[in-house]
């Protein structure tokens, strides 16, 4: 358009293609359309994927799923990640939509989510996928309430690379409890408890074997320190909790108020 309005000519046509709908649903996969390939932040179309139901490009529907997931996590009431998450329309959030999105893309891959993903009459089980999705984080909530809900910065729990990492951990803890299907926020937050202690999320240093020693704030973003912290929690569950038989667990702060009682 600027190049018409300079040119020296009184009037030149111009091709315009509209459409015309009072369907939002339309007006937003048109518009995730027309938009996918400029560059516009990937973060507003996402935002934008499970309000639509049409087809899209491969690598924007393999987003829709975990984008719906999002934002349930986001906005849904008793959610322990409920506004956390940074978003076109939450700038605010602490934790970046990415490193949501990837840790759920790794389950819905191989993960425990993988398992509600497909059904033989009908489409994936979100509901269940955010049963598991709310126990798990509400676990870690209550075990690592110290480095909780702080900016990633000061948290690296709430860095991409404790997102992703912790991803993975409760893909491994649901496999430990794959007999019951999944587990229980209890459940979780029972087998998640050894680890408090050998986690640096806000101080100190990360002892990740000789010569890999980490202050808690150098763990980088990136695939090597995904993996690496990764590797660590693994090694680190499989030795403190892995070998444990798995039970009907109650949360650790209800067992510590039971004992308080039996005391009385």
């Not at 892995?242 to 009682?261: L, M, V």
Request: aromatic share 8%; net charge positive; charged share 25%.
């Amino acid at each position: 358009m600027a190049a018409i309005r300079e040119a020296l000519i009184e009037e030149f046509p111009v091709c315009v293609t509209s459409f015309v709908t009072d369907d939002v649903s339309q007006q937003t996969e048109q518009f995730i359309l027309v938009n996918s390939t400029k560059p516009l932040p990937k973060g507003l179309l996402y935002e934008l994927l499970p309000g639509t139901s049409a087809r899209l490009p491969s690598a924007l529907d393999r987003r829709r799923l975990p984008a719906l997931l999002l934002e349930r996590m986001n906005l849904d009431e008793g959610s322990p990640l409920q506004g956390m998450i940074q978003t076109a329309t939450n700038p605010r959030g602490l934790i970046k939509d990415n490193s949501i999105l990837r840790m759920l893309e790794y389950s819905l891959n191989d993960g425990v989510l993988y398992r509600f993903s497909l059904s033989e009459d009908g489409p994936p089980d979100v509901e269940k996928m955010l049963e598991v999705l709310h126990a798990f984080w509400t676990a870690v909530k209550e075990v690592f309430k110290a480095a909780w809900g702080l900016p990633p910065k000061k948290s690296r729990l709430m860095h991409g690379a404790g997102i992703i990492s912790m991803g993975l951990l409760m893909d491994a803890i649901s496999d430990r409890y794959r007999d019951r299907r999944y587990p229980s926020a209890a459940q979780f937050a029972t087998d998640l408890l050894p680890l408090r202690d050998v986690c640096r999320w806000t101080t100190g240093f990360w002892d990740f074997g000789p010569g890999q020693q980490r202050k808690w704030n150098e763990v980088q973003n990136t695939s090597k320190d995904i993996e690496l912290l990764t590797n660590y929690l693994m090694v680190q569950y499989k030795s403190l909790v892995w070998s444990r038989a798995t039970s009907i667990a109650e949360s650790p702060t209800s067992k510590e108020d039971k004992k308080r009682k039996e005391r009385k």
